[in-house]
């Protein structure tokens, strides 16, 4: 039987990027279909939206309203989800939590505000780890009301793919992949997207907005040939820049950098026992830099945490050489696999939770929460970055605080879309 929202709310009690959405206009089409893409020297049967991969990047100002229509035009259902952008509960795009997925042919209008400044992206959230590998994703770019001076504004996206020994996207279903660190394809590229369309020279001044699209693998990137800092974490800027260091970027996760370019930009992924060569942005002729210091970004306005909220505790389980648990899938939060009847926490609206989350499994996880940010604390109880995923290795627990001031219900998953699939998933309810 097809489960839907009626049904599961009655039991409870290198490629360029495509042409973004022009700061006049409001409407947008996204046409998720079947497509072609060339990786790797084949043209491999992919998904796209709007016939290319990544989808259109989106760009919209700050304050500035989204009015997006999904066209399905696929052989089977289709959703949006606007990872990080905090948007009304009914437009989240998840299936079965806020609506039903959208069957081919038929379309549905998303629209929402833009209230945050940041680096943000889109994806499909219905058969995510499926759709998501084939190609269903794009960028979301809120441009700030006051821009920082920079000579490009580039979109840098990092993404993994499974080919089989022909070339063609690896349609064998492995159970390895749903139990241990995931699928992680044989094939990475970058994909690159510079909105000003100019050669890039050394000295020029750059922003690089960096995403991690892929269903499951971890980069830990470095930058050659930048002179910058980090200025932004999943969309939200920090209080005080860091320096530029090797970024780990898990599943959704996103990372700002402004810099001035040295020479070529090469992005290296050091993550596993081998080095990773993942691309690199040329650079021809010179510019004197400038002479500015980079500074913070303007902070977006978000809600202040309070206290005496609940505490609560959620333990991931699961995976190949664990310890068994109650859940019915491979993995599991707190003894329950996928989305359970009842929400793992409800509160009323503006609450300040603190969740404490432990990883007992002998992988790693990218924890995200849809429709709001939180505050990763450190040993001490210190707020550091302001996230909406969180990466916990082996063995790690880290805690978090979140005002829960977003009202409906949110899906709180794991991020490594293979391990969201076989269970590591639930939510939250916020009155």
Known sequence: MLLTRRSFLGGMTLT????????????????????????????VSMLGFNGGLPGPEIRVRQGQTARITLDNRLEEGALVHWHGLRVPNRMDGVNVLTQDAVIPGASFRY???????????????????????????????V?????????????????????DGSGQYDEAFNPAHFATEGRIGNIVTTLVSNGTGKIVKRGDRLRLRLINPSIDRVYRVGLNGLAGKIVALDGMPLVHPQTLEPILLAPGQRCDVIGDATGPIRFDDDFGEQTLRLGEIAVSGYRDPAKAPISALPPNRMPAPKVSGPTTELVL?????????????????????????????????????????????????????????????????????????????????????VVLDNPGSWMLHCHMLSHQADGMATWIRVG
């Open 143 to 163: 441009e700030e009301q006051a821009e920082p001076a920079v000579d490009h504004d580039i979109v840098v996206q990092f993404f993994d793919l499974l080919l």
């Open 16 to 43: 360029l990027a495509g042409t973004g959405l022009p700061a006049a206009t409001r409407e947008l089409i996204l046409a998720p279909q079947a497509i072609k893409a060339r990786f790797a020297g084949h043209d």
């Open 111 to 141: 629209q929402f505000g833009a209230p945050d400044a940041g680096t943000f992206w889109y994806h499909s959230h219905y058969l995510s780890y499926d759709q998501v590998s084939r190609g269903l994703f794009g960028a979301f770019v």
């Open 317 to 401: 389980q699961g995976g190949a050489g664990s310890a068994s648990h109650s859940g019915t899938g491979t993995w599991a939060l707190n003894g329950v696999s996928g989305l359970p009847r009842t929400p793992f926490l409800s509160v009323k609206q503006g609450t300040t939770a603190r969740i404490s989350i432990r990883n007992e499994t002998g992988f790693p996880h990218v924890m995200h929460l849809h429709g709001h940010h939180f505050w990763e604390l450190d040993a001490a109880g210190r707020t550091g970055a302001y996230r909406d995923s969180t990466y916990l290795d082996i063995g790690e627990t880290r805690d978090i605080l």
